[in-house]
């Protein structure tokens, strides 16, 4: 929902979160949508204007309220209150299921009805402002997930935690987050200027985040209320910085002694990563500037989205190596890079720093998801939307990192959403299963669809149509019917 009375929200990104399902039954699929009851929605309803800020909109006090409320009002923005505006993922945690952002604040929902339950913050079982949306889970169904502390003893700082699968019996009925445990922190390049990030990646032995010089000013976070600018401003990329790259030993829980970097870019999507032959292969999704931000203003995506939304750079999928046993004595320019099927490498510096460049393994795709049996693994295939200079999907796409072949599904007018590969019960092979992806439609004459293919073949094997106004979402979870411990209403 992007308008509140006569209010409306500057960014898509910033709308009142819709959630929807497509459950099967008996051969037959039911469709659900229900705003989440959040306690930003509830304000903003009840005002009947936006009055909770979000990323890209700054809302601002009542004009009716005195003068001390309105004091109050710009003091608490200082360490701002983030919203509850969940719009961004689905997160399995126990038998529970919560809708998740990039703020400190979750919402427990039930996956049968939507409904919205207990609002949770995280910042009560450890010091983050932020957290990611995109979790890792283990083969127990233990979360991995990781935020950023900005207030927390004035030490700016990334924080890996884990939230358990399972809690002793008789504490059931509470939240798996009071048994939270902090696995390590890594300090921050800049105290004032942290990374950004939405994801990252995990293998068998190590953590990899990627701290890019994509940053969050916190002084003008801290100022953005008073000076009239909203939160997204505060953010600016540095092309002329370097990009870290962190391993993180799960053993010793310390990020890996020697400095690995590269060139400046922007990622929003970890793909995958595994390790091979004393090497760390990590795939990611990057851009060469923060454009695709820009993008989603909503003063773009009206009539002439095509020549709005041009991006300045293509979404490129490329895959970084970086050698874990090397030769200390090695030469100053040697590649460290030690196994033949990559073109990616890995520099010596004088300084012992590790220099490392990508393999390019195509460009073009978007809102990548894997065979999750193999994450942290050797995989091979990659499902994903494609785009081109336009931030809009028009394809859905596999992409196989051996062959570099890709297939692909298109539609006159259909913009299909991140594609969500369901594994089938007798799997053999990698890509046995169905990709799920809901279509949206820019014909108001088309209805649109949620589409199943092979995702061996790329086949369509059936669509399920809705009769509704279908929104493009952003991510989403398929939940096995043995996971759902809830009996539906």
Same mark, same amino acid.
């Given at each position: 929902?992007?308008?509140?009375?006569?209010?409306?929200?500057?960014?898509?990104?910033?709308?009142? #979160?819709?959630?929807?399902?497509?459950?099967?039954?008996?051969?037959?699929?039911?469709?659900?949508?229900?705003?989440?009851?959040?306690?930003?929605?509830?304000?903003?309803?009840?005002?009947?204007?936006?009055?909770?800020?979000?990323?890209?909109?700054?809302?601002?006090?009542?004009?009716?309220?005195?003068?001390?409320?309105?004091?109050?009002?710009?003091?608490?923005?200082?360490?701002?209150? =983030?919203?509850?505006?969940?719009?961004?993922?689905?997160?399995?945690?126990?038998?529970?299921?919560?809708?998740?952002?990039?703020?400190?604040?979750?919402?427990?929902?039930? &996956?049968?009805?939507?409904?919205?339950?207990?609002?949770?913050?995280?910042?009560?079982?450890? +010091?983050?402002?932020?957290?990611?949306?995109?979790?890792?889970?283990?083969?127990?169904?233990?979360?991995?997930?990781?935020?950023?502390?900005?207030?927390?003893?004035? *030490?700016?700082?990334?924080?890996?935690?884990?939230?358990?699968?399972?809690?002793?019996?008789?504490?059931?009925?509470?939240?798996?987050?009071?048994?939270?445990?902090?696995?390590?922190?890594?300090?921050?390049?800049?105290?004032?200027?942290?990374?950004?990030?939405?994801?990252?990646?995990? %293998?068998?032995?190590?953590?990899?985040?990627?701290?890019?010089?994509?940053?969050?000013?916190?002084? *003008?976070?801290? %100022?953005?209320?008073?000076?009239?600018?909203?939160? #997204?401003?505060?953010?600016? =990329?540095?092309?002329?910085?370097?990009?870290?790259?962190?391993?993180?030993?799960?053993?010793?829980?310390?990020?890996?002694?020697?400095?690995?970097?590269?060139?400046?870019?922007?990622?929003?999507?970890?793909?995958?990563?595994?390790?091979?032959?004393?090497?760390?292969?990590?795939?990611?999704?990057?851009?060469?500037?923060?454009?695709?931000?820009?993008?989603?203003?909503?003063?773009?995506?009206?009539?002439?989205?095509?020549?709005?939304? *041009?991006?300045?750079?293509?979404?490129?999928?490329?895959?970084?190596?970086?050698?874990?046993?090397?030769?200390?004595? +090695?030469?100053?320019?040697?590649?460290?890079?030690? =196994?033949?099927? %990559?073109?990616?490498?890995?520099?010596?510096?004088?300084?012992?720093?590790?220099?490392?460049?990508?393999?390019?393994?195509?460009?073009?795709?978007? /809102?990548?998801?894997?065979?999750?049996?193999?994450?942290?693994?050797?995989?091979?295939?990659?499902?994903? %939307?494609?785009?081109?200079?336009?931030?809009?999907?028009?394809?859905? #796409?596999?992409?196989?990192?051996?062959?570099?072949?890709?297939?692909?599904?298109?539609?006159?007018?259909?913009? &299909? #959403?991140?594609?969500?590969?369901? &594994?089938? &019960?007798? /799997?053999?092979?990698?890509?046995?299963?169905?990709?799920?992806?809901?279509?949206?439609?820019?014909?108001?004459?088309?209805?649109?669809?949620?589409?199943?293919?092979? +995702?061996?073949?790329?086949?369509?094997?059936?669509?399920?149509?809705?009769?509704?106004?279908?929104?493009?979402?952003?991510?989403?979870? =398929?939940?096995?019917?043995?996971?759902?411990?809830?009996?539906?209403?």
């Amino acid at each position: 929902m992007h308008t509140v009375g006569e209010t409306q929200y500057n960014h898509w990104f910033d709308g009142l #979160a819709l959630i929807h399902s497509f459950t099967f039954k008996n051969g037959e699929v039911y469709y659900r949508s229900k705003y989440l009851r959040s306690d930003t929605y509830n304000c903003n309803i009840e005002a009947n204007r936006i009055v909770v800020s979000e990323f890209g909109t700054m809302a601002y006090p009542d004009p009716c309220k005195n003068l001390f409320a309105k004091a109050f009002c710009y003091l608490s923005h200082t360490i701002p209150e =983030f919203t509850d505006n969940c719009l961004i993922n689905i997160m399995k945690t126990g038998e529970d299921y919560y809708a998740t952002s990039e703020t400190n604040f979750i919402r427990k929902i039930n &996956p049968h009805t939507l409904e919205t339950l207990e609002k949770v913050d995280y910042n009560k079982y450890v +010091a983050v402002n932020l957290a990611t949306s995109h979790p890792h889970y283990d083969s127990a169904g233990n979360v991995l997930n990781m935020g950023t502390s900005i207030v927390d003893k004035g *030490k700016t700082k990334y924080v890996i935690f884990k939230i358990p699968s399972s809690v002793p019996e008789k504490e059931k009925k509470k939240s798996h987050l009071k048994h939270l445990e902090v696995v390590c922190s890594i300090p921050s390049q800049s105290l004032l200027h942290p990374s950004y990030y939405h994801s990252f990646g995990v %293998t068998e032995n190590y953590i990899i985040f990627i701290e890019q010089p994509f940053k969050l000013d916190i002084l *003008k976070l801290a %100022t953005a209320y008073f000076r009239g600018v909203n939160w #997204a401003s505060c953010l600016s =990329f540095h092309k002329e910085d370097k990009t870290w790259i962190h391993l993180i030993d799960k053993k010793t829980k310390k990020d890996i002694s020697t400095k690995i970097y590269t060139d400046a870019m922007v990622l929003f999507h970890h793909v995958n990563a595994y390790e091979e032959d004393g090497h760390v292969v990590i795939d990611v999704i990057s851009y060469s500037d923060n454009s695709l931000y820009q993008m989603f203003y909503l003063k773009n995506l009206n009539e002439d989205l095509e020549k709005n939304t *041009k991006l300045t750079s293509i979404p490129a999928c490329k895959r970084f190596v970086v050698p874990l046993g090397f030769d200390k004595d +090695a030469e100053v320019g040697t590649n460290l890079v030690k =196994f033949p099927s %990559t073109t990616a490498t890995a520099l010596k510096e004088k300084d012992g720093n590790i220099y490392c460049q990508p393999e390019m393994l195509c460009e073009g795709i978007e /809102l990548p998801r894997i065979n999750y049996d193999y994450n942290g693994k050797k995989y091979r295939y990659i499902y994903a %939307t494609e785009v081109r200079w336009s931030p809009v999907p028009t394809k859905i #796409a596999k992409f196989d990192v051996l062959t570099k072949k890709k297939l692909s599904w298109e539609e006159e007018h259909c913009w &299909p #959403a991140e594609p969500i590969f369901v &594994p089938s &019960p007798d /799997l053999k092979e990698e890509d046995d299963g169905l990709i799920l992806s809901s279509i949206v439609t820019s014909d108001p004459r088309k209805v649109p669809f949620l589409l199943i293919l092979d +995702a061996k073949t790329f086949t369509e094997m059936a669509r399920a149509t809705v009769n509704v106004n279908l929104h493009l979402d952003l991510h989403g979870l =398929f939940i096995p019917e043995k996971d759902l411990n809830v009996e539906p209403e």
